[in-house]
Nanobody, 122 residues
């Protein structure tokens, strides 16, 4: 069965950095859209960045220039390097997988979700 497991969250000071990881199993990792989403208390979940099967990426304006998504298909792994963290980046970060990775990837239509990893910025 499909499983997504995130890791790497933690507590950092503003201006600091974190690297999130996600391992996806039970599906054809390379053929799926993969993305990072986040949800802060009292707010709706929002898309942070997504990556398609051909490696093209789409970033939310709020993280452009600070966050970098990458993936290793051989390791079924997705990464999010987060630099210059701001207090407003604090949230529960989710890894997600969606079908149609070779068609094009946006921030909607994801089929599978991880449990999330907490990021705190003070």
């Amino acid at each position: 069965h499909v499983q997504l497991v995130e890791s790497g969250g933690g507590s950092v000071q503003a201006g600091g950095f974190l690297r999130l990881s996600c391992v996806g199993t039970g599906y054809t990792f390379s053929g799926y859209c993969m993305g990072w989403f986040r949800q802060a208390p009292g707010k709706e979940r929002e898309g942070v960045v997504v990556i398609s099967s051909d490696g093209s990426t789409t970033y939310a304006d709020s993280v452009k220039g600070r966050f970098t998504i990458s993936k290793d298909n051989a390791k079924h792994s997705l990464y999010l390097q987060m630099n210059s963290l701001k207090p407003e980046d604090a949230a529960l970060y989710y890894c997600a997988a969606g079908r149609g990775g070779w068609v094009g990837c946006g921030f909607h239509g994801y089929n599978y979700w991880g449990q999330g990893t907490q990021v705190t910025v003070s």
